[in-house]
């Protein structure tokens, strides 16, 4: 009989080591570290809103207030600031690496950017001939037709097929700035139709960025947008304001407004598309549309604490609904259902927590309801009361000297 092969197991018993044990993992990697200070979305969102407000009323205040009327050389010149800052920018700094990305080439430049160029600046010269006419106010009433004219115009462009529920669903916009226009109490057509011109530019020009960002090649952060765009709109709003404006325009004028004064307006301007940069990631298109109709609320109380702007109950109504309709637009039925229930049940523990709390805002909220609709925002149709020819007539009357 053969002998059995046993099998033995390849294994073979290691030595316990003599000296100490070696750790296999570091124990400071493993320390957990501290959070990196970063900033709060919502001073992001807070200077982005300055910004934005302060381009506006700068602008009013340099063509208004200081009677500097030419649009066109102010915009001239945002443009021509904004050239030389990204220019700097791309050679000293790292915020326009982006563009190193985009596969920019003449036929490109040429076939999109110029179009693009053209449409943009045409926007900001009507925009800025608006100031001349309209009151602060009114015309970002008007401006709530953006979404409108963003749609029409891509339905006529061939960008989009018409839709007649996204029609219904802009046209609460449209009634709502109709119904301002009728409460304007110092309407001027030519000042509307230039803003109306402006929206419609605008709305091209942004129809024209969403197809050439279409494609993954050309996406481009708004700075980077602007170190393409800003040469040509400067050249062409330099060919305009050559042949209409600089001919009238004296130095006289420009010392009144102040070099250093044009200095701060030009770098406020360009510093608004700094900080849409880095507001890009921070906050959702909810927080974005919320603000944006927060900031067009503070501009119209702006325009009429520093140029007692006239607002008519009438005006403010049909605003309210502008706005409403354009919240509405953005971001539809569903999210707005589910926004209001969170909101209902959070204003229910706040009153099941703070119950004497919610009701003084309660009561604070109607008073300055009813306040702004009868009050502070009624329309003056009676004429100015001079009590003087009252006092005078009444004491001749009696025969005594006044």
Same mark, same amino acid.
């Given at each position: 009989?053969?002998?059995?092969?046993?099998?033995?197991?390849?294994?073979?018993?290691?030595?316990?080591?003599?000296?100490?044990?070696?750790?296999?993992? @570091?124990?400071?990697?493993?320390?957990?570290?501290?959070?990196?200070?970063?900033?709060?979305?919502?001073?992001?969102?807070?200077? !982005?809103?300055? #910004?934005?407000?302060?381009?506006?009323?700068?602008?009013?205040?340099?063509?208004?207030?200081?009677?500097?009327?030419?649009?066109?050389?102010?915009?001239?010149?945002?443009?021509?600031?904004?050239?030389?800052?990204?220019?700097?920018?791309?050679?000293?700094?790292?915020?326009?690496?982006?563009?190193?990305?985009?596969?920019?080439?003449?036929?490109?430049?040429?076939?999109?950017?110029?179009?693009?160029?053209?449409?943009?600046?045409?926007?900001?010269?009507?925009?800025?001939?608006?100031? #001349?006419? +309209?009151?602060?106010?009114?015309?970002?009433?008007?401006?709530?037709?953006?979404?409108?004219? =963003? +749609?029409?115009?891509? !339905?006529?462009?061939?960008?989009?097929?018409?839709?007649?529920?996204?029609?219904?669903?802009?046209?609460?916009?449209?009634?709502?700035?109709?119904?301002?226009?009728?409460?304007?109490?110092?309407?001027?057509?030519?000042?509307?139709?230039?803003?109306?011109?402006?929206?419609?530019?605008?709305?091209?020009?942004?129809? +024209?960025?969403?197809?050439? #960002?279409?494609?993954?090649?050309?996406?481009?952060?708004?700075?980077?947008?602007?170190?393409?765009?800003?040469?040509?709109?400067?050249?062409? @709003?330099?060919?305009?304001?050559?042949? !209409?404006?600089?001919?009238?325009?004296?130095?006289?004028?420009?010392?009144?407004?102040?070099?250093?004064?044009?200095?701060?307006?030009?770098?406020?301007?360009?510093?608004?598309?700094?900080?849409?940069?880095?507001?890009?990631?921070?906050?959702?298109?909810?927080?974005?549309?919320?603000?944006?109709?927060?900031?067009?609320?503070?501009? =119209?109380?702006?325009?009429?604490?520093?140029?007692?702007?006239?607002?008519?109950?009438?005006?403010?109504?049909?605003?309210?609904?502008? #706005?409403?309709?354009?919240?509405?637009?953005?971001?539809?039925?569903?999210?707005?259902?589910?926004?209001?229930?969170?909101?209902?049940?959070?204003?229910?523990?706040?009153?099941?927590?703070?119950?004497?709390?919610?009701?003084?805002?309660?009561?604070?909220?109607? +008073?300055?309801? =009813?306040?702004?609709?009868?009050?502070?925002?009624?329309?003056?149709?009676?004429?100015?009361?001079?009590?003087?020819?009252?006092?005078?007539?009444?004491?001749?009357?009696?025969?005594?000297?006044?």
């Amino acid at each position: 009989m053969a002998d059995e092969k046993t099998r033995t197991s390849g294994e073979v018993p290691r030595p316990e080591p003599k000296g100490p044990i070696l750790p296999t993992t @570091n124990p400071e990697a493993e320390k957990v570290q501290p959070p990196k200070a970063a900033i709060h979305p919502a001073v992001y969102v807070a200077v !982005w809103i300055s #910004l934005s407000s302060s381009v506006i009323l700068f602008n009013k205040w340099i063509l208004d207030t200081l009677e500097f009327r030419y649009p066109v050389i102010l915009t001239t010149y945002h443009l021509t600031f904004a050239t030389i800052a990204t220019q700097l920018m791309a050679r000293y700094t790292t915020l326009l690496d982006g563009r190193k990305s985009v596969k920019m080439t003449g036929r490109v430049y040429l076939r999109a950017i110029v179009p693009i160029g053209l449409f943009f600046s045409l926007s900001l010269i009507c925009g800025n001939l608006t100031y #001349l006419y +309209l009151s602060v106010a009114f015309i970002q009433m008007i401006k709530a037709t953006t979404p409108v004219a =963003v +749609l029409l115009s891509s !339905w006529a462009m061939g960008l989009a097929p018409p839709n007649i529920k996204q029609l219904l669903n802009v046209s609460a916009i449209v009634v709502g700035v109709m119904i301002a226009s009728f409460g304007e109490i110092k309407f001027v057509w030519i000042g509307f139709l230039y803003q109306l011109g402006g929206l419609m530019f605008e709305a091209i020009r942004l129809n +024209l960025v969403q197809a050439l #960002l279409s494609s993954a090649e050309y996406k481009m952060d708004p700075l980077v947008s602007l170190y393409y765009f800003a040469p040509i709109c400067a050249a062409m @709003n330099g060919v305009v304001a050559l042949a !209409w404006e600089v001919p009238k325009v004296s130095m006289a004028e420009v010392y009144h407004v102040g070099l250093f004064t044009f200095f701060l307006n030009g770098l406020c301007a360009f510093l608004l598309n700094v900080s849409v940069v880095f507001l890009i990631g921070k906050t959702s298109a909810v927080i974005m549309t919320l603000c944006g109709v927060l900031k067009d609320v503070m501009l =119209v109380v702006a325009s009429m604490l520093i140029w007692g702007t006239p607002v008519s109950g009438l005006q403010a109504f049909g605003y309210t609904i502008a #706005l409403g309709g354009m919240i509405y637009y953005k971001l539809g039925f569903d999210a707005l259902k589910g926004y209001a229930g969170e909101a209902g049940r959070q204003w229910a523990e706040f009153g099941a927590t703070r119950p004497a709390v919610r009701k003084i805002v309660v009561i604070v909220a109607i +008073l300055l309801f =009813v306040f702004v609709l009868f009050g502070g925002l009624a329309p003056t149709y009676a004429p100015d009361y001079d009590p003087a020819q009252y006092l005078s007539g009444a004491a001749e009357k009696f025969g005594v000297s006044s």
